[in-house]
Nanobody, 116 residues
């Protein structure tokens, strides 16, 4: 069974940076198109971006130019580098298949808080 373990979150000041990691197990990682998502209490899961099997990323407008998604197929890890963080980026961040549904399996996520 596939598992996602996210890490790297924390408290950061506006304008700061964080690098999130997601370790994937239980599936052939190199075959997966992966996505990063985030959720704040009371709101729906929001796609942040995705990365194809060959490493081509795509981003939603709010992440474009500030966030970078990469992957290491040898280690089965997907990364989310977040720069120029804003308070509105505060959320719990998750990785999953690109196109995962809210009722899919999700890992525990990692909390990102952007505050001065």
């Amino acid at each position: 069974q596939v598992q996602f373990v996210e890490s790297g979150g924390g408290l950061v000041q506006p304008g700061g940076s964080l690098r999130l990691s997601c370790a994937v197990s239980g599936f052939v990682f190199s075959l997966l198109v992966m996505g990063w998502y985030r959720q704040t209490p009371g709101k729906q899961l929001e796609l942040v971006g995705h990365i194809t099997r060959d490493g081509t990323p795509g981003y939603v407008e709010s992440a474009e130019g500030r966030f970078t998604i990469s992957r290491d197929n040898a280690k089965s890890i997907v990364y989310l580098q977040m720069n120029s963080l804003k308070p509105e980026d505060t959320a719990k961040y998750y990785c999953n298949y690109f196109g995962a549904r809210p009722d899919s399996y999700w890992g525990q996520g990692t909390q990102v808080t952007v505050s001065s």
